[in-house]
């Protein structure tokens, strides 16, 4: 098994602990759209704690990637909720999954097709 696919693997089993019915195909390709930062620990995972990378997350993923043009009030307001529900003692919030979080918040699947 490769890295990679061992990297999916983790996430498609972490994943169902947050979401009963998920598109794995989506999470797989959301994953391999991430490219090399998910085998570093730091980028890998999304820190709720930090303003600054939550900030990166709107611009670069929502903004740039997703292409929305709702008004920064209502991005944050939904990375907050992927963060609540991905849960606060969760250490282990997965980029790859807050994105596809993110993603199927948006209705966006299509720019993964």
Same mark, same amino acid.
């Given at each position: 098994?490769?890295?990679?696919?061992?990297?999916?693997?983790?996430?498609?089993? !972490?994943?169902?602990?947050?979401?009963? +019915?998920?598109?794995? /195909?989506?999470?797989? =390709?959301?994953?391999r759209g991430l490219g090399? &930062?998910?085998?570093?620990?730091?980028?890998?995972?999304?820190?709720?704690s930090d303003p600054?990378?939550?900030?990166?997350?709107?611009?670069?993923?929502?903004?740039? !990637?997703?292409?929305?043009?709702?008004? +920064?009030?209502?991005? /944050?307001?939904?990375? =907050?909720?992927?963060?609540?529900?991905?849960? &606060?003692?969760?250490?282990?919030?997965?980029?790859?999954?807050?994105?596809?979080?993110?993603?199927?918040?948006?209705?966006?699947?299509?720019?993964?097709?």
């Open positions: 098994m490769s890295k990679l696919d061992e990297k999916i693997a983790l996430y498609n089993t !972490k994943i169902q602990e947050i979401v009963s +019915d998920y598109n794995a /195909d989506l999470l797989e =390709k959301i994953t090399p &930062s998910i085998y570093n620990k730091d980028a890998e995972s999304i820190a709720c600054s990378e939550l900030d990166r997350v709107r611009t670069n993923f929502l903004q740039k !990637k997703l292409g929305l043009e709702e008004d +920064d009030a209502t991005l /944050d307001a939904a990375i =907050k909720e992927v963060c609540e529900q991905m849960g &606060s003692s969760n250490r282990n919030k997965y980029r790859a999954i807050f994105y596809y979080l993110l993603t199927v918040k948006f209705s966006k699947e299509s720019i993964y097709a």
